[in-house]
């Protein structure tokens, strides 16, 4: 399975910029990189994904690389809701069956301060 | 937006006997998901289910557990004869079903086995 390697846990304050890392030495030339948060209590959320282009979307940015064996989830200007632990995940393309099976990992703890 | 909805929020029930746990994917879904998550660890994949079948199934998915469409909008997860290490948030997810589809998780079933 394609691994990711996140920091156990983040800090930011409130309105700044938040760059949250992951490493993906082992990526394939299919693998997509996606990134979901769970917020406290509540199921995942989707982020944002990406191949090889940078994405951005009203939630974050997304930065990759030019090797692929990294990638930065930006949130433009922290806010208090964004406190959630965020997960890089690696998913295979699949055909003529699911692309569901996403392996979470521990993820990054996002706390935001005031 | 469209959301995946999950009851009950809380179920409790008695080791040995079955429950069920449904959700509402999202309505021109056509991919459909289960997770779990074991308080304080990671969110796991079960299975996932694709044109009225089991596309994929972890190591978790035995024979004790599931899966039904039983209509054109519900999907449950039925365990047969429930474990104190069945207790768990439960997680419903449905995707539109290309590769690059993000998925849509519900909020969550925590089912409590006593």
């Known amino acids: 399975d394609a691994k990711t390697t996140q920091p156990n846990s983040m800090e930011s304050n409130e309105e700044e910029p938040v760059h949250l890392p992951c490493n993906h030495s082992?990526?394939?030339?299919?693998?997509?990189i996606h990134w979901y948060r769970q917020l406290p209590s509540q199921g995942p959320e989707y982020v944002i994904h990406?191949?090889?282009s940078n994405v951005n979307n009203r939630m974050a940015s997304l930065a990759i690389a030019e090797d692929r064996k990294s990638s930065t989830l930006i949130l433009h200007r922290a806010t208090l809701r964004d406190a959630a632990v965020y997960y890089c995940?690696?998913?295979?393309?699949?055909?003529?069956?699911?692309?569901?099976?996403?392996?979470f990992g521990k993820g990054t703890k996002l706390s935001v301060k005031p | 937006e469209p959301e995946v909805t999950q009851t009950p929020s809380h179920q409790v029930t008695q080791m040995g006997q079955e429950v069920i746990l449904r959700c509402v994917p999202i309505?021109?879904?056509?991919?459909f998901y289960w997770y779990r998550q074991i308080l304080g660890q990671k969110v796991e994949f079960l299975v996932s289910?694709?044109?009225?079948?089991?596309?994929?199934k972890s190591e978790i998915f035995d024979d004790q557990f599931s899966v039904e469409r039983p209509d054109g909008s519900n999907f449950t997860l039925k365990i047969r004869s429930t474990k104190l290490e069945d207790s768990a948030m439960y997680f419903c997810?449905?995707?539109?079903?290309?590769?690059?589809?993000?998925?849509?998780f519900g909020n969550g079933t925590r089912l409590t086995v006593t």
């Open positions: 997810a449905s995707s539109y079903g290309t590769t690059r589809s993000p998925l849509h």
């Open positions: 082992t990526i394939s030339g299919t693998d997509y």
């Open positions: 990406g191949l090889t």
């Open positions: 995940i690696l998913s295979g393309l699949f055909y003529g069956g699911s692309q569901g099976n996403l392996i």
């Open positions: 309505s021109n879904h056509l991919y």
């Open positions: 289910f694709y044109n009225n079948e089991i596309s994929e």
